[in-house]
């Protein structure tokens, strides 16, 4: 059964919008910790625009908080994670004029450098994860190059208007998710899930980890941090309640 990673890096947008030190995504984190979810998830980007270096420094330090932090394959963060030693790193492409990542890695076109890539953290003791886009080629890439995990881009699936194409995006979806755990990766997916479509997603028995985090932070406008955080919890156990017969074994 899925369990929700809470991804904070939009209670630190709204913080940035305005320069202040308020809402802090240190303190969403201790929330998300407190109510038992899988890790939480910070993404420091080059240009700083939400998560500066201080906040991933101090969530880092929440006891019991499973830290998953995404970074872009550039030098100047890769250094930060590796000294910081979070529990995960997942591996995401990044572009400056992007409003989110726009797609997965393509680790097929350089299998060697991510390779040598996750080698580095695993040899500090940090668990790999790479972000692809429901493609097989890119998951038996990714298989090659020594990494413990995959995030499934939902993007595509999150994004369609139309009930067919819903469908045949969670059928890619979970046709890479059985490929990558055919391969001995563990599982993850993200991108785009909110309240509305997260159980299909869920319901996908192989999936173990579901990173969310602008519909929570959206709903927490609302309903505030805590409530936002356990009705998504909710909704993807439910939908693990539900798996057929078969997914079950």
């Given at each position: 059964m899925a369990k929700l990673g809470v991804n904070v890096d939009h209670v630190a947008t709204l913080r940035e919008a305005r320069k202040t030190e308020y809402p802090d995504p240190f303190v969403a984190a201790q929330i998300a910790v407190k109510l038992g979810v899988s890790c939480v998830t910070v993404h420091l980007r080059e240009d700083r625009r939400h998560i500066q270096d201080d906040d991933v420094a101090r969530i880092r330090q929440i006891p019991s908080c499973r830290l998953n932090l995404e970074l872009a394959p550039e030098d100047e963060v890769i250094l930060i994670a590796l000294k910081i030693r979070p529990e995960q790193v997942t591996l995401v492409p990044e572009k400056r004029e992007?409003?989110?990542?726009?797609?997965?890695?393509?680790?097929?076109?350089?299998?060697?450098?991510?390779?040598?890539?996750?080698?580095?953290?695993?040899?500090?003791?940090?668990?790999?994860?790479?972000?692809?886009?429901?493609?097989?080629?890119?998951?038996?890439?990714?298989?090659?190059?020594?990494?413990?995990?995959?995030?499934?881009?939902?993007?595509?699936?999150?994004?369609?208007?139309?009930?067919?194409?819903?469908?045949?995006?969670?059928?890619?979806?979970?046709?890479?998710?059985?490929?990558?755990?055919?391969?001995?990766?563990?599982v993850h997916a993200g991108h785009g899930l909110n309240y509305k479509n997260v159980g299909p997603i869920a319901a996908i028995g192989i999936l173990e980890e579901l990173n969310i985090g602008h519909s929570i932070v959206s709903q927490a406008v609302y309903d505030g941090f805590e409530n936002a955080v356990s009705s998504m919890m909710r909704l993807i156990e439910d939908a693990g309640k539900n798996l057929t017969t078969d997914e079950h074994g």
């Amino acid at each position: 059964m899925a369990k929700l990673g809470v991804n904070v890096d939009h209670v630190a947008t709204l913080r940035e919008a305005r320069k202040t030190e308020y809402p802090d995504p240190f303190v969403a984190a201790q929330i998300a910790v407190k109510l038992g979810v899988s890790c939480v998830t910070v993404h420091l980007r080059e240009d700083r625009r939400h998560i500066q270096d201080d906040d991933v420094a101090r969530i880092r330090q929440i006891p019991s908080c499973r830290l998953n932090l995404e970074l872009a394959p550039e030098d100047e963060v890769i250094l930060i994670a590796l000294k910081i030693r979070p529990e995960q790193v997942t591996l995401v492409p990044e572009k400056r004029e992007e409003l989110t990542t726009e797609g997965g890695l393509d680790v097929a076109a350089r299998p060697a450098f991510f390779a040598e890539l996750a080698k580095r953290f695993r040899e500090k003791g940090i668990t790999v994860s790479l972000f692809v886009d429901p493609d097989l080629r890119q998951i038996e890439a990714s298989a090659k190059t020594g990494a413990d995990a995959v995030e499934i881009n939902t993007a595509e699936y999150s994004e369609t208007k139309t009930d067919k194409g819903a469908l045949a995006a969670l059928a890619r979806v979970e046709q890479a998710a059985k490929k990558a755990e055919s391969l001995g990766l563990s599982v993850h997916a993200g991108h785009g899930l909110n309240y509305k479509n997260v159980g299909p997603i869920a319901a996908i028995g192989i999936l173990e980890e579901l990173n969310i985090g602008h519909s929570i932070v959206s709903q927490a406008v609302y309903d505030g941090f805590e409530n936002a955080v356990s009705s998504m919890m909710r909704l993807i156990e439910d939908a693990g309640k539900n798996l057929t017969t078969d997914e079950h074994g």
